[in-house]
């Protein structure tokens, strides 16, 4: 199964809708800011990633990434934070689907 890891992973998938499963361990910074827009899956850890968003709002990461996996169809999933298979960061996916490069 193929996976997102690390924060810009994810939100790239999320707004792709890539994502099945969103993996979130604790200890995120309480204060680690996202940006999102009115789509459900317009979400953003810098808000000039979502440049058809005429103004993307600041929101909690945790809040932003939950929101995006919900209205996308995703699961989301707390996992331990202190074992070598954590996400990057402490966030993760498992993608539905891969985007095929051509080659």
């Given at each position: 199964?193929?996976?997102?890891?690390?924060p810009r992973?994810?939100?790239?998938?999320l707004r792709?809708?890539?994502?099945?499963?969103l993996l979130l361990a604790e200890g995120i910074p309480a204060g680690a800011p996202a940006?999102?827009?009115?789509?459900?899956s317009e979400v953003a850890l810098d808000p000039a990633d979502l440049p058809a968003v005429a103004?993307?709002?600041r929101a909690g990461r945790v809040d932003?990434?939950?929101?995006?996996a919900l209205g996308t169809g995703a699961a989301v999933h707390s996992v331990p934070a202190d074992v070598p298979e954590s996400p990057t960061e402490r966030v993760g996916a498992?993608?539905?689907?891969?985007?095929?490069?051509p080659g």
């Amino acid at each position: 199964m193929d996976a997102a890891d690390g924060p810009r992973a994810t939100v790239a998938a999320l707004r792709l809708a890539q994502v099945s499963d969103l993996l979130l361990a604790e200890g995120i910074p309480a204060g680690a800011p996202a940006w999102i827009g009115p789509d459900l899956s317009e979400v953003a850890l810098d808000p000039a990633d979502l440049p058809a968003v005429a103004h993307p709002i600041r929101a909690g990461r945790v809040d932003a990434l939950i929101r995006a996996a919900l209205g996308t169809g995703a699961a989301v999933h707390s996992v331990p934070a202190d074992v070598p298979e954590s996400p990057t960061e402490r966030v993760g996916a498992l993608l539905r689907y891969t985007l095929s490069t051509p080659g």
